[in-house]
């Protein structure tokens, strides 16, 4: 399988724990709320918490083997990495709700684990350091 994602990626084997947290509302002046559009998060699963496995991880996001939540989930997730307890919110951009094995020629299949996809919202500077070192 080819790589289409633009930044470097750690494989990792971290538990995160997860809980979807929606948006918190906006107050606008009425001048710019007229004129103002934003993406709204899914609030179908707001409070649900969750135990998940960060699979991989990048500066910019992560796939993490876990129960699928809906698309456009806001996500609240703490997990470890290399000494740092990393709290961070996230979006869930796509999702797997499977398990799925891929063909390769001549070795095993692979295994893309159900879980789902997420681009950090926010996430310490000091993590994304980190990361961006592992990562060179």
Same mark, same amino acid.
């Not at 930044?7 to 929606?22: D, F, H, S, T």
């Not at 609240?76 to 919110?89: N, P, R, S």
């Not at 020629?105 to 997420?118: F, N, Q, S, T, Y």
């Not at 000091?126 to 961006?132: D, G, N, P, Q, S």
């Given at each position: 399988?080819?790589?289409?994602? *633009?930044?470097r990626?750690?494989l &990792?084997n =971290?538990?995160?724990?997860v809980?979807?947290?929606? =948006?918190?509302?906006m107050n ?13 998060? $899914?609030?179908?699963a707001? %409070?649900?918490r969750f135990? !998940?496995?960060?699979?991989d991880?990048?500066?910019? !996001?992560?796939? &993490?083997a876990?129960?699928?939540?809906p698309l456009?989930s806001r996500?609240a997730? =703490?997990?470890?990495?290399? %000494?740092?307890?990393? $709290?961070?919110?996230a979006w869930?951009?796509w999702r797997? $709700?499977a398990?799925?094995?891929?063909? *390769? $020629? !001549?070795a095993?299949p692979?295994?893309?684990?159900? %879980?789902? !996809?997420v681009?950090?919202e ?10 961006? *070192?592992r990562?060179?």
């Amino acid at each position: 399988m080819s790589e289409h994602r *633009r930044a470097r990626r750690l494989l &990792i084997n =971290q538990p995160v724990l997860v809980e979807v947290v929606g =948006q918190p509302p906006m107050n606008l002046p009425p001048e710019v709320a007229k004129v103002y559009s934003r993406v709204a998060a $899914d609030i179908s699963a707001v %409070g649900r918490r969750f135990p !998940g496995v960060v699979r991989d991880l990048s500066t910019n !996001g992560a796939f &993490i083997a876990t129960e699928p939540v809906p698309l456009m989930s806001r996500l609240a997730m =703490q997990f470890d990495f290399e %000494g740092l307890k990393i $709290d961070a919110l996230a979006w869930v951009l796509w999702r797997r $709700d499977a398990d799925a094995h891929v063909a *390769r $020629d !001549g070795a095993e299949p692979m295994v893309l684990h159900r %879980g789902i !996809g997420v681009l950090f919202e926010s996430i310490p500077l000091e993590a994304r350091l980190a990361i961006a *070192r592992r990562v060179g």
